[in-house]
């Protein structure tokens, strides 16, 4: 991972996770002392995606640096929006510009990250780029808590400087464009279309389920960043850890299946995660650990094909896009209605839909390996 390309996009993925992270990561408890309701929260996420797909669907930026820009500037308005809050439907703003940012930043830089990756290495390229979030987030949201605990003002001001610096980073990058048919990008992931709709499903519980559930324990935006940090650090090592062991033993189909099933089991266990802080830290341990493996194999799936990065990264946006939608809205409706045991039972089912879809039709992985 000695090319300089791929070292000056990881800088330019630090800065904007830093800036995201810093800037969003304490947001729900900070709403939730502004008067917001977790449910109004539990809607806002699924509104979330409804922007974002509507971004990949019909935007064509041709610019990288310029797609990085936009990103930025979104996740820059998402702060504006809640750094006076008055009113409900700003609630549901900061969320709709976080999910344009999301769009925006991240079809662009998974092309660029495994097009400037060696052959034969996508599981370790991967594994360092699922670091990298865990990494910053055992600091970020720590910092975030305890600048808003002193005074919110110190924490916008943090926010805006980290977006000064991030902004001005994306002209030391390389830029390239992608043209592509959105059509000829989903087509091109046909024997995969299905997995990754499954994982954008299953994701709720992580984009929605857990961030919002652990309000009912933590409700201080310093005591909810020491928990994200800690999430983190759980999580730090095992993307390299199993991306650099799934590169030597190219048989990642083998390692979905358990890591599937612990992640299950783990869906399974937060509905009694809910009876105390004790177990729910214990049970969003676990799945923090597994998760960035988890990432860092279905990632790897995609770039493993030999397909044309720049046609097939927009498409497997655009399916998880769909699939973390549904995700969501069903959420939302279970949450709602009083029903979080019914959400994560099916959820847990879900999961090991993927495996087990792999497994009988698609042909790759016949011989349990994606190559």
């Known amino acids: 991972m000695n090319n300089s390309k791929f070292k000056s996009l990881l800088i330019l993925y630090a800065l904007y996770v830093w800036f995201s992270k810093v800037s969003s990561s304490i947001i729900p408890a900070y709403l939730l002392s502004r008067g917001a309701t977790i449910n109004q929260m539990f809607l806002a996420s699924v509104l979330q995606f409804i922007p974002m797909l509507i971004v990949l669907l019909f935007v064509r930026i041709k610019s990288a640096r310029l797609s ?13 929006s809640v750094v ?18 999301l769009a925006l930043f991240f079809v662009y830089y998974n092309v660029g990250h495994f097009l400037y990756t060696p052959k034969g290495r996508a599981g370790i390229s991967g594994g360092i780029m699922y670091a990298v979030n865990p990494v910053i987030s055992i600091f970020a949201p720590i910092i975030a808590g305890g ?19 991030a902004f001005w980073f994306t002209s030391k990058q390389t830029d ?5 048919s ?25 984009f929605a389920f857990i961030p919002l559930s652990t ?13 994200l940090g800690y999430l983190s650090l759980i999580g730090t090592v095992a993307g390299l850890l ?10 990642r189909s083998f390692l979905l299946w358990p890591i599937s099933i612990i992640l299950s089991l783990a869906t399974l266990g ?5 009876q105390s802080l004790f177990t729910w830290v214990v049970i969003t341990s676990i799945m923090q650990f597994v998760v960035p493996i988890f990432w860092n194999l279905t990632t790897a799936l995609v770039v493993d094909q030999d397909l044309d990065l720049k046609v097939v990264f927009p498409g497997r946006e655009v399916i998880l896009a769909l699939g973390r939608m549904l995700g969501l809205i069903f959420t939302y409706l279970c949450v709602t209605n009083g029903q979080p045991g019914f959400l994560l039972i099916t959820l847990s089912l879900v999961i090991l839909l993927l495996p087990t879809y792999l497994h009988y039709h698609s042909k790759i992985t016949k011989k349990y390996s994606y190559r």
């Open 215 to 227: 309000l009912h324990f933590i409700s201080s935006p310093a005591g909810y960043g020491q928990y």
């Open 147 to 165: 600048l808003a605990m002193s005074h919110i003002n110190y924490l916008w001001a943090i926010c805006l400087t980290s977006f000064v610096v």
């Open 84 to 101: 006076n809050i008055r009113f409900n439907f700003q609630i549901y703003l900061t969320y709709i510009f976080s999910g344009i940012a």
């Open 176 to 180: 390239f464009s992608l043209s592509y």
């Open 68 to 80: 990085w820009r936009l990103a930025l500037v979104s996740v820059l308005l998402a702060v504006f």
């Open 182 to 206: 959105l059509k000829k990008s989903i087509d091109a992931l046909a024997p995969i279309r299905v997995p990754i709709f499954i994982e954008g499903v299953w994701e709720a519980v992580l």
């Open 270 to 274: 937060l509905w009694y995660g809910l």
């Open 242 to 251: 199993l991306g650099h062991y799934s590169d030597k033993l190219g048989k």
